[in-house]
Each structure stands twice: as C-alpha cells, then as structure tokens.
C-alpha cells in the first residue's frame, strides 16, 4: 500500500521501517516528513483556521499568532491516565501507574488501527536540545495533529537538520501520538479532534518509546516535552550518569559582572517561568533566561555541572501573567504564538485572567461563550497556555543555545506551602540537598487534571515526570554527588515564595522580589552571605536578606525566616508514611537525614 507522501522521507533505515509500518497500521490519507521550516508552520496555522481549530488574532496587535480553543474534556496533563510500561513493575515504582510492556502494546495497538483514517500523518524530526550538542537528544514524533506539528516547531527544533545529525543511528526516541478520531469518508472533522474519555500517555522505558492516544493537549500530545525530556530522559540519564530535571536554568550577574548559573525545580504552576525572566527589585542585579521548565545536566571536563535547555520554546501558564507579574513573558509571546483556552476580545486579541487590572468590557470564553465582567465564569481556563520562541524572550542569556551548556552554582527546589516550609533555607551538604528535594510538597494546580489546592508530596517536582521508581532516583540523586569534589557541586536549596499569613494572604511579594532569596544565594556562592545554622538547615539571619525598599507588613520577616520547630515535627510524621512508599528501595542515608533531622528539632525545642 503507498500512501501519498509529502517532504523528504528519511533515509535512516530504523525511521523508514517504523514510519512505513505506522502507516500501515493507522491508516492515514497521507503522509507528510516535516522540515521544520517557516512555511511549513504557516501551512500548520492555515489548516487550523481551515479546520475551525483555530482564529487568526490580529496582525497589528499579535501578529503571526493564532487562538486556539481544546475540547473541555481535553484541557491539562492526565496523570491517571499515564503509565509507566517497564519490563518490571518493580522499575516504575509506586508513583506511577504501570502495565506490561506487552498488555500495553496490545492496548494501544487496537486503538491505533486505523485511527488516522482522513487525516494527515506527520512525521516530526527533533531535537531537544541544540542540534549536535553533545548533551542534546534526537526524538522523531508521528502524530496526526497539525496543532501538535506547529507546537513542536516552537517548542523544540524541528527538521531536516536533526536527520543530518541522526544519519544511519537508530539513537533516537520513538513518540506515536494519535488524537484517536479517525474520520469515516465524508464526515466533517470537530474544532480539537480527541477521544476525551479513552486517553492513554505511554511510556516504554526500556525501549525508549512513546505512545500516546485521545489527547492533543501540551503534555500529553507535544511528546518532546514530557514523556521525552523527563520520563524517557530520566532513566537515560540513570542509565549514563547525567540528570534530566523538571527545573527552570537562569543567568545571574551581579552588580560587579560575576555571573552564576541557577536552577530551580518547582512544580507544574508554581513559579519557574516567573522566576527563569524576573525583573529584579534589587538595583544592579541581572536575571537572564535559559529555560523555563527543564534542564538537561551532564558533567563538564572541569568537573561541574553543565546545563541545558532542551527545548526552544515557552509553554507556559496565560493566566496571572501581567505587565506586572511577568512582562518578559508577556513582551515574548507578543508575536509569532499560539495561545491555547485564553479568551478572546471583540478586536482580535487575547486576554486572561489578571492580564489586565481592568476586566475587558466583554469577551469571547474558552469554551465559545461570550462573557462579561461579573458573569460569574472565568474568561478563560485556569491551565491556558501560551506557546511562544524562547528566542522572542527579551532577557534571553546570549548563551542559551550554547552546546557545552552553563555551569551549574546552585539549585533550588521549592513548592506551594502556606506554611512550614521557611522562605529559603540552603542545605549542609549535597546529601542534605537531596533529602530536602526528596521531602518536597506541595499544593496541586490546574496544570493537571483533578483537585486543585491538595497538598502532596512531590519529590524534586518530579512526581508526574520520573519515568523509574523514585526510590531508585533518590539513590541516583545521592550517587551523582559522589562523581565530583565536594566544592564542585551545585549548593542545593529549598526555598517557599507562598507562605501565607494567618488571613490568609501571601506573606511574601514574590515575582521581582524574589531577587533578593537569588542575591543572598549568589552571595553564599560567593562564600559570603550571613548565615545562621538550624536544625532544618542554614537560614538566611534577619540582615541577611537585603530588604531595603522591600514592601512587606511589619514582622513578616521574621515570620518568613522562623522556623516552626512543632511543624516540622508533624512534617516528619507524614514523611514518614511518605517515605514507606518507597519501602527498601529508600536509600539508608535518606533515612539517616530524617532521623537527624527529627534529633536536630527535639534538642531546638
Ligand atoms: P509549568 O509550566 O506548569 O511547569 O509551571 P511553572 O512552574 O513555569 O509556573 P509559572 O511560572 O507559570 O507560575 C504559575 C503560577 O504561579 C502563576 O499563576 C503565577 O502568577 C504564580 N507565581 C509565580 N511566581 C510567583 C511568586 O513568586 N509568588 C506568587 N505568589 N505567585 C507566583
Ligand atoms: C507542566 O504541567 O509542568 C507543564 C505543562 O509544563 S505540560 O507541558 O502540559 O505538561
Ligand atoms: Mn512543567
């Protein structure tokens, strides 16, 4: 059977076979090998406005951008709905839902005949990571989403330059993605094409493959991201020694021009796009963009860290961002976007929540209603998105793109906690670090589907993304600290911009202000900054945090750098059941960390 093809099929045997046995299988009308170049994105953009997927937003007020509405059943991550696939169960792990490698296949195997029937297959070769980086990795996604081709074209780099890099190797990640609604002869294709109630985002470790069906939602469907750069990278990075992170990487210079490299991992919605482009509040300071949602880390021939931004582009959360709260954000996505469940307004642009101090006069939902202020409905869904070229970004580090990576100085992880969890506390020691990464929780969002506002556990904000048993991940944590000198590992810190006060209102201001947690940590880098040892860490003394200028209530803080001796006690009871989820695979010096710590508050008391 020969389908007709458009672009360059690859010459790469491994590719040809699958993409010929893909098609066999799921019956697209066509085939097209994408390039990756301009006007192939554009053709993306004009079959969604074809196919009433999408609505060209105005060329004066957004050029190159379009306005896209997903199905209501179809709008975040789904983490019940993602599996693991190892040869073991016992590789997954008690974090992830898993099912044989075979009983998936054959799952996904009945869903995928035949499901491309009346559309297009697009076969996407790319790159995470700058192409021939030697910390870069290849992937080639088949998927029958011209949302999803265009999205991949921001988010990583697409095309014919990846086959060159590729050439005969069979090095590559294997993502199918189908949005599972194949059309019979004749029947008019919906708006966002998806199978709502029969979603599955697979995963198969030990082969590196992907399969994912019933979505074309960010990360269920834009396989570079996810189930690529976190899940299938993760136990790549196990297997070879490197780390695959759900962290922001941002440039720090400091009035005098030194420089220090920061990660941050935070969880889905709680800060790494805000934080990865702040406008510091501290005069003289510098903060520049690396990446906003994943770092990819290998050892450097000095023997530190290096890191890079395997993706290209921003996918990131519309509502709450402002000229206000993120203005490199939003001066980003100001063209050349595509903003995904925002609202519209009467003259063609978008809007969102807060966007605006002033709600618009009225508008068009997420969901095609028109809405007006007091309505009772929010304008737009609380997982909106845009995507956008991280080269837009108007704080870009020069350096993002380089292929050796930056040097890593520090790492911070951090959560949603209304409490407890002090504003920023640095570890003793990397091991130290790890159990603070380890012991990490905080309150869901809307990023992924269910309850928002529960607090859990999160370890390293990889919780939805590590792709082997997290126990085993821990054990790997502690083993990369042991590659190098103690001096040469990143300082590890743990930090809370949402603690709340007693009304209920955030104690901290955050956003640009967060500069100051960033200060006193490039200070410490530096061997200097005041610091005062506790029983949960070494803590920033009152002077220590500049706070000249800083509009904060009286006696903040102090409650801020306070550290709650009886909360942490309770703290270590839930870790506890926490960590006997990972049973024998919780590594003994983790346990050692907890009893020390538990030792540690009992004599502050
Ligand atoms: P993913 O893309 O889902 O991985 O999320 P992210 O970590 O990049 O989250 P993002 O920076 O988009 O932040 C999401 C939400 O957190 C937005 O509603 C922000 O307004 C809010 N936020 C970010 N930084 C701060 C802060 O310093 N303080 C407070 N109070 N809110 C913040
Ligand atoms: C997240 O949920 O952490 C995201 C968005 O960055 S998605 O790509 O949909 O996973
Ligand atoms: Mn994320």
Redesign the pocket.
Known sequence: MSVPTTGSPASNPTLATWVEATANHCQPDRIHWCDGSPGEYQEMLRLMVQAGTAIPLDEEKRPGSIFVRSDPGDVARVEDRTFICSASQADAGPTNNWKSPDEMRAIMGQLYAGCMKGRTMYVIPYSMGPVGSPIAGIGVEITDSAYVVANMHTMTRVGTKVLDVLGDSDHFVRGLHSVGAPLKDGQPDSPWPCDPTNKYITHFPDTREIQSYGSGYGGNALLGKKCHALRIASVQARDEGWLAE?M?ILKLTNPEGKVHYVTGA???????????MLIPTVPGWKVETIG??IAWMKWGPDGRLYAINPEAGF???A???SMQ??PNALLTARANSIFTNCALTPDGDVWWE?MTEKEPASLMDWIRRPWHPGCGRKASHPNA?FTTPARQCPVIAPEWEDPKGVPISAMLFGGRRAGVVPLVCEAFTWQHGVFLGSIMSSET?A?AAGKVGELRFDPFAMLPFCGYHMGDYFAHWLRMGGRTSPEKLPRIYYVN??RRSPEGG?L????G??SRVLKWIFERCEGRGEAVQTAIGTLPTPAGIDTAGLDAAPGAMEELLRVDVDGWLANCEQIDTHYARFAEKLPQALREELAGLRQRLQASR
């Open positions: 759900h922001l935070f969880p889905s919605a709680c800060g790494k796009t805000n934080l990865a906003d949602d996918f990131g959360v509502p709450g961002t709260s993120n807060q998105r969002t990023a911009w949402f955030f901290w201001p955050g956003y202000d967060n």
